[in-house]
């Protein structure tokens, strides 16, 4: 299990970077082995959490997790996993936290035991997360008082949740219902080491669902290997992570992708501290604070929460930063927002590319090559990425096709659980299809140019219409809906929705009071970002000779109303501001537009905590 201790990548120039990379993936790997047993055998001491809080008394108290501590706490609980809860290798194990300790400890104690994480986003509501237990066959649920509620609506259509771990805030005695138990009695109760499992790196680790943009939420199988496939996907636009004194933080829940993946595992896995903190919502303020008082040097903020750090600071600078690095995905940021990141933030912003099923395949780096606004970067060292057409092939420079990378690749997933059709249909020719249209310059800088699909963008959450349209269905007074994107100047696209309703298309006396409540329906069964921030009923949905709602006709219908592109009254019903924000499974894209095309304003908008970040999801 030979790993080395440091970055992948040696500081340089592009071509030379990408020149002198070659892929060493051992057969025998292990998340948890690298991102803390192998630390804390030689430094038990250092630092690999900060977690800041408030205690009872609403005084600032930030917890030190030692790589020492961490392995002690993971092997304890993964000794009640195997031995008090009889969990075996390839488990699931629901993961619905925010950021907080025992976050990272579920992660860590569920690899050693070699068992599944599945990732949940705590802002999804009761039929969101049905969908992805049931789905995923999960046994063990992990999650805390905020989220309990929710689970328990939906536990009796869940036969394989056999027990929930309840995480909570200080000591309680106060009866459970019948199969949860405390998270710290099951820790207690664990021996205080444990024998790691033997995995592969080709052994399933974690289980990540789509946005569900052509049906329901996919499951996004990857192995262990997918930690080491990011590392260069992290180091390069953090300007060759690590470096000394590098400390990393970001908004986003270590349960979702982009705080995962993109923060939290390439950190512990480098040896460099994270910083958490558990923001219910993004705050601008907040956050300056906490990188000014822990000394944050390298941070992941989706461009939603850069836009809103934007407004919050003007142009002047905060004299306690220590940024060395600023990394961002999920939507196109524009020469306004880049320009501002290097003369206020005192350093580049750097974008990336990827999806939930190959991430950080594509990234800007202004260490190694001049950025260009707009671009989705060239191509991370160790990928190759290419503009493909129908067939699989790669098109000539310029020319418009679909992006795609090479397989074999250490960050690809294995497979869509229980869809091996749909497991075929990601893969041409030898290349993984991302489903995003494209073209390469004569430089190998990418530009995005549009999608293959309809998932909507928005705050840089990838939504898709289906699930969405699914929910809506379900209320007594909906026939049919269907979901498309709008221009929104403010989050990129807002959700709107196009109903037709059981009475025939006649419309009821206050029709506007029913707007809201579908809109409430959807927030409150999906998750908040999801709620339709219009919507407009119809006498009938177009449709094709097969029955398939025609998206481009809504779209038109809707673009050429001057209402729905912004986030006031709508046809029939006010939009709010959605201002949920934790987490997301909207593994998002980089919804990049070419140079021609306007670049999103930096106005308000509170919905960030997960928002996706780096990561696309078809």
């Known amino acids: 299990m030979a790993v080395a201790a440091r970055g992948l990548l040696t500081r340089g120039a592009y071509e030379e970077v990408r020149r002198s990379f070659k892929w060493r993936v051992p057969e025998r790997f292990n998340i948890a082995w690298a991102a803390c047993g192998r630390h804390a055998a030689v430094r038990p001491t ?81 039929d969101a997360l049905w969908a992805r237990l049931a789905d995923s066959g999960a046994r063990i649920l992990v999650t805390d008082s905020d989220s309990l509620e929710k689970v328990l609506q939906i536990w009796d259509r869940l036969p394989s949740l056999e027990h929930v771990l309840l995480v909570e805030d200080g000591e309680s005695r106060a009866p459970l219902p019948p199969r949860v138990s405390r998270f710290q009695a099951i ?40 930690l080491l496939g990011h590392l260069p996907g992290v180091e390069f636009p953090h300007s060759f992570l690590p470096q000394p004194g590098d400390k990393l933080y970001t908004p986003a829940d270590w349960s979702w992708i982009g705080g995962m993946l993109d923060i939290l595992l390439p950190g512990l896995f480098l040896g460099l501290p994270v910083v958490g903190h558990r923001q219910r919502k993004f705050d ?160 190998g800088y990418f530009w995005y140019f549009g999608r293959e699909d309809d998932v909507i963008t928005s705050s840089g959450y990838r939504i898709g219409p289906s699930e969405i349209e699914a929910c809506l269905e379900r209320h007594p007074a909906v026939q049919a809906a269907a979901v498309v994107g709008v221009p929104c100047p403010v ?73 729905s592109s912004d986030d006031n009254n709508s046809n029939h019903g006010s939009s709010n501001h959605d201002d949920n924000n934790n987490s997301s499974n909207h593994d998002h894209k980089n919804n990049h537009s070419n140079n021609n095309n306007k670049q999103p304003s930096s106005n308000h908008n509170n919905n960030i905590n997960n928002s996706n970040s780096s990561s696309s999801n078809t």
């Not at 080491?193 to 399933?204: I, R």
């Not at 098109?395 to 690809?412: I, Y």
């Open 284 to 443: 601008p303020e907040r956050c300056l604070q906490l990188m000014a008082e822990h000394q944050v040097r390298n941070i992941f903020l989706p461009p939603t929460a850069l836009r809103l750090l934007r407004t919050s600071m003007g142009d002047k600078a905060h004299p306690g930063l220590a940024l060395r690095s600023v990394a961002s995905g999920g939507e196109t940021l524009g020469e306004g927002l880049l320009y501002w990141g290097r003369e206020v933030l005192s350093c580049p912003i750097n974008e990336f590319y990827g999806q939930t099923e190959c991430n950080l395949v594509l990234a800007n780096c202004a260490d190694a090559f001049p950025v260009r606004p707009g671009s989705m970067g060239r191509a991370v060292p160790g990928c190759d990425v290419a503009v493909v057409d129908a067939e699989g092939r790669p098109l000539p420079v310029g020319e418009l096709g679909e992006v795609a990378v090479r397989a074999p690749h250490p960050v690809m997933f294995l497979r869509y659980w229980n869809r091996p059709e749909a497991t075929a249909q990601k893969y041409k020719n030898g290349w993984l299809l991302m489903g995003d249209v494209a073209r390469m310059d004569e430089d």
């Open 46 to 126: 250092s630092p690999a959490v900060e977690y800041v809080r408030e205690d009872r008394q609403g005084a600032e108290v930030t917890d030190i997790l030692t790589f020492g501590r961490l392995k002690e706490r993971s092997d304890r609980l993964a000794n009640g996993l195997v031995h008090g809860l009889a969990l075996r290798k390839g488990d699931r194990v629901g993961l619905l936290l925010p950021q907080r300790l025992e976050t990272v400890e579920v992660h860590m104690a569920s690899y050693k035991a070699g068992c599944v994480v599945l990732a949940l986003a705590q802002v999804f509501g009761p």
């Open 187 to 226: 820790l207690d109760r664990g021996a205080t080491s444990f024998d790691m499992a033997d995995t592969s790196a080709d052994d399933p680790a974690l289980l990540i669902y789509t946005s569900g943009t052509t049906g329901p939420p996919k499951g996004a199988l990857h192995s262990h290997r997918t």
């Open 491 to 563: 989050r990129t696209e807002a959700v709107k929705a196009f109903v037709v309703l059981r009475s025939g298309g006649a419309l009821p006396q206050g029709s506007e009071a029913l707007a809201d409540e579908l809109k409430q329906w959807v927030r409150q069964r999906l998750a908040a970002h999801c709620y339709p921030q219009h919507v407009e009923f119809l006498d009938s949905l177009p449709l094709t000779s097969t029955g398939k709602v025609i998206r481009r006709e809504l779209r038109a219908t809707a673009s050429s109303n001057d209402d």
